[in-house]
């Protein structure tokens, strides 16, 4: 199967609770499904955990109490994985991705964008999602020992210019006025895109 080469490619990262699936599923809306995917690096490494331990691989994608149990186990899991492969969730999370945008909603270690970095440098750009922890508590967020201060929720809390920061706090800026640019520079990827496959035909 012939490699996908996107467009651009948006990796988000943010704290729990911050909002991250929300903001990266309104960027989807309003690029389309034709344009852009959402990629979890979580979902791969969920259903590989899920297999390997007779457990429900669609309540560990949920964000009920469920996952939680199951969250700090599940992390000391996939750290001894990215050990052994740091690439390993990136290339599995990718093989079905065809749109010229992709958006990958939990990049949560310096290794993962690195990989990034790496496979698709000039593609690759940063977002940071960013509440308050006021915000995350009024969502559901509780600081869990083993699971707030590991490398999962910490790695790239330092050490990484992000391209664009985002504040998704209720009394915050508008999200849409906040996406602004970031959109624009998306779209503009798309019919890019769109001109090259017209040519191509």
């Keep these: 199967m012939e490699k996908t080469t996107p467009k651009l ?63 700090a186990d599940m992390i000391a899991w996939g750290e001894l994985r990215r050990k052994s492969d740091p690439g390993f969730f990136c290339r599995l999370v990718l093989k079905d991705a065809t749109q010229p945008i992709w958006i990958v909603s939990d990049t949560r270690r310096l290794s993962d964008l690195q990989w990034f970095r790496m496979e698709y440098p000039t593609q690759s750009h940063c977002v940071r999602v960013e509440a308050s922890d006021q915000t995350r508590k009024e969502r559901g967020w509780e600081f869990t020992p083993g699971v707030d201060d590991a490398e999962s929720e910490c790695g790239l809390d330092t050490g990484v210019t992000f391209d ?38």
Aim: net charge positive; with cysteine; charged share 30%.
């Design 9 to 71: 490619i948006l990796l988000f990262s943010g704290k729990r609770k911050c909002g991250k699936d929300y903001v990266t599923h309104l960027i989807q809306k309003r690029l389309g499904p034709d344009a852009c995917c959402v990629l979890r690096l979580s979902a791969p490494l969920k259903l590989q955990y899920a297999q390997e331990n007779g457990l429900d691989y669609k309540q560990l994608l949920g964000s009920g109490q469920y996952k939680e149990q199951y969250r």
């Design 164 to 201: 664009w920061t985002i504040r998704n706090d209720k009394d915050g800026p508008p999200l849409d006025e906040q996406l602004n640019e970031l959109l624009s520079v998306a779209l503009e990827k798309a019919a890019v895109s769109d001109m090259s496959d017209s040519h191509s035909k």
